[in-house]
Structure formats: C-alpha cells, structure tokens
C-alpha cells in the first residue's frame, strides 16, 4: 500500500464549477501538507502550503487537512479554464525523513468553457 | 524569481549509452533533488543532495548515480541506459528549514527516451 494515495483523474468539469481534489495518506507523522499544481509540460509549482490540521483558504483555494482521517482536500471554487491541470499532494514528518517529501500520484483536472 | 535550470528538455539515448542531465539553480539552495514521474507512479525520488559532495538516495536510485562539485550544479548520471529508464526527470531545489525540506522549486523536466 502506498504511502499516499491520490485519484489519477481525469476530473472534468464545466467552468465555474466547485471542485474538491482528495489525498489519504497512512504516515500519522506527517505534520506537514502541499499541493503543487503542474501545467502541461511544465515542472510542478506549490500552490498550498499547510501545518497540522486545519483550513487554509487563498483567493478561489482552500487547502483542508484532516489528520484524525488522514486526509486532505484542495478545494477550487469558480473554477477557470486556467486551472487545467495536475494537481500532486506532496506531505512530510516534522523531522527527519532525510528531507523528504511524498508525493501522491496526481489528479489530472480539465475545466472546460 | 527562482529559477532551475535543467539542460536539455528532450533526449533520445540508445541502450547502453552513458547519460548526463544537468540541472542548475541560482538561488543559492541547499538541497537538491532528482525526481522521475511516470503516468500512475507520480513522482518518485532518486536522488538528493542537501550540501556539495553529499548525497543521499532516494527511492528508487538502482541504475542511477549523482554528484554534486559545486553548490548550485546537481548531476543525474545513467552509467548504461537502459528502456525502463525512459521518463520525465525533474530535478528541484530548497532551503533547508527545521525538520527537513522546505518548498520545492522545480525545473521543466528533461523528457527521456531510451531505445
């Protein structure tokens, strides 16, 4: 079983749609949550970044962290056509790990027009 | 703005042959990274690095070596390539924060083929 799991898509959606994007995860020592979002031919790039449990809203994203489930939500709410792409849940432990993160698979989201 | 910087965006290699991918940040990081993504497995690590001449492996470094002379420049070296190493690699880079990795800043990816 891996470490992290994640829904490969794809999610299509209409444009202006909510959408939810999901992560489980099996480490109870992961302290700290990501989501990086990566464009089509592109390196991915860190959209989120949470501590612990909680809520983290920025602009149309909200990053949600459930540790008693372990499991994590990105949010998008009036989706863009401009928001088609992967999204990867990236997490890590407080200490140690050798610096590592662990990354899901990623969800490959279309918004379309 | 951050910027790393992977050499050569497509390769097409024959089994067999020795391959480098160079991959260069100027934001005076101390860890780097080498990461390979295939379609269902995500990202898995393969290499990293978190000062100049260390290293660290990663997931899955059987067929892979590093190395790292200087602070902003980390190798990914294919002694023999072989199919099964045909992939996306994304090298990335970060401050070392308490605890472990900050954010990750990563290149475009070096898409290679081995035939």
């Known amino acids: 079983q891996k470490e992290v799991e994640q829904d490969p898509g794809p999610l299509s959606v209409p444009e202006g749609a909510i959408v939810s994007l999901n992560c489980t995860y099996s480490?109870?020592?992961?302290?700290?949550f990501m989501w990086y979002r990566q464009y089509s031919r592109k390196g991915p790039e860190l959209l989120m970044y949470t501590y612990s449990s909680g809520n983290k809203e920025d602009g149309r994203f909200t990053a949600q962290v459930d540790k008693s489930s372990k499991y994590i939500s990105l949010f998008i709410r009036d989706s863009q056509p401009s928001d088609s792409a992967t999204y990867l849940c990236a997490m890590r432990a407080l200490t140690g790990g050798g610096n590592k993160l662990t990354f899901g698979t990623g969800t490959q989201l279309k918004v379309e027009l | 703005d951050v910027k790393v910087t992977q050499s050569s965006r497509y390769l097409v290699k024959r089994t067999g042959e020795k391959v480098f991918l160079e991959c260069v940040q100027d934001?005076?990081?101390?860890?780097m990274f080498w990461y390979r993504q295939d379609p269902g497995l995500g990202l898995r690590l393969i290499y990293f690095?978190?000062?100049?001449?260390?290293?660290e492996k990663g997931d899955i470094p059987e067929g892979y070596s590093v190395s790292r002379e200087k602070k902003e420049r980390f190798s990914l070296i294919l002694e023999s390539a072989s199919t099964n190493q045909t992939s996306m690699y994304l090298c990335?880079?970060?401050?070392?924060?308490?605890?472990?990795?900050?954010?990750?800043?990563f290149g475009e990816g070096s898409r290679l083929t081995v035939l």
């Open positions: 990335a880079s970060s401050f070392w924060v308490r605890g472990g990795t900050g954010e990750l800043f």
């Open positions: 690095s978190y000062d100049v001449k260390m290293k």
């Open positions: 934001m005076d990081h101390e860890n």
């Open positions: 480490n109870s020592a992961f302290q700290y």
